[in-house]
């Protein structure tokens, strides 16, 4: 598909965003802290550049970013999330840590069709994830959210957008 002046193979695009989730805050990435506090992970192959920068801990908004070729490359596609921790149990330390390893791996669950944050829905022990969206991988919004079966209640959820951005 043409992005302007530039030829990207969307499947492959799909592909690489998958493989730098993995390997970025779903996985075992080196998460790298940046000088105004917030962090970032990175993952590059090929002419794709990819940056998840997210600042903040029971509630962190962020953004996902592709570019082509290195870090100053033109955008091409991007996603952008806020949310977290349901207020009422910020300070809950403990169920903030098992709701956080429980997300990431969730979201190490990303499919290709759909390579936005976690599958439709995915349980483990106590906790069970959701995600709904509107729209396709060129252009798409939707929220997820985690359950406590102990608690009863909605513990985390997060609203998310983006998709291709087209370069002049």
């Known amino acids: 598909m043409r992005l302007g002046k530039l ?4 499947e492959e695009l799909q592909r690489f965003i998958v493989k730098a989730k993995k390997k970025g805050y779903a996985g075992s990435g080196e998460k790298i802290r940046l000088a105004d506090g917030s962090k970032i992970f990175i993952f590059q192959e090929g002419n794709l550049h990819y ?11 962020g953004f996902e970013l592709v570019r082509w070729q290195n870090e100053k490359g033109p955008w091409i596609w ?5 949310g977290g921790m349901n207020p009422r149990f910020f ?3 403990d169920l903030s840590k098992e709701t956080f390893e429980f997300l990431k791996k969730a979201l190490s669950q990303v499919s290709i069709k759909n390579p936005f944050r976690g599958p439709p829905n995915y349980e483990i022990g106590d906790f069970s994830y959701a995600m709904n969206f509107v729209g396709d991988f060129k252009r798409f919004s939707g929220k997820e959210q985690i359950l406590d079966k102990r ?3 909605e513990v985390f959820s997060q609203n998310f957008n983006g998709g291709l951005a087209i370069p002049k």
Request: hydrophobic residues 25%; glycine residues 8%.
């Open 7 to 10: 030829e990207v193979n969307l």
């Open 51 to 61: 940056a998840d920068n997210y600042s903040g801990s029971e509630q962190a908004p």
């Open 78 to 82: 991007l996603m952008s999330y806020s």
């Open 91 to 93: 300070g809950d330390e």
């Open 151 to 153: 608690l009863k209640t």
